[in-house]
């Protein structure tokens, strides 16, 4: 994300790879999970946490939410692949953290926003 705005306000030609999609969550919601699921650990009892939204968004709804938030639109050099070995699905599977009541606070496109604010 932080390349993306980058590149978006530098107008330098931005490397996408339109269709995977990923789980992107806020740092703020991130840091309380983990502090949510330490304080929770006896009820966990060993099991793997995944942490996340649960939701899965693409690269290019990125791209498309940040240049709506910028007003800006970026130069585009659609790729098939980046690097051999990146996935095209990473999804949290959020059902044990959110049973035991946690839920994420802050949207995409108030992380987004607010990323983008604070990006030098």
């Not at 699921?37 to 946490?49: D, E, F, H, M, P």
């Not at 970026?74 to 999804?91: F, G, P, Q």
Request: hydrophobic share 35%; net charge negative; with cysteine.
């Amino acid at each position: 994300i932080p390349t993306i705005i980058n590149k978006l306000k530098t107008g330098e030609k931005l490397d996408l790879v339109a269709d995977p999609v990923h789980d992107y969550i806020y740092i703020d919601d991130l840091v309380r999970a983990v502090w949510f699921v330490a304080k929770n650990a006896k009820s966990l009892q060993g099991q793997s946490i995944d942490i996340g939204t649960g939701i899965q968004t693409s690269n290019l709804e990125i791209l498309k939410g940040l240049e709506q938030i910028s007003g800006l639109k970026a130069n585009v050099n659609e790729i098939e692949r980046m690097r051999e070995y990146d996935t095209t699905n990473w999804c949290a599977n959020t059902e044990i953290i959110e049973s035991l009541g946690w839920k994420t606070k802050v949207s995409l496109e108030e992380g987004l926003k607010t990323t983008y604010e604070n990006q030098e």
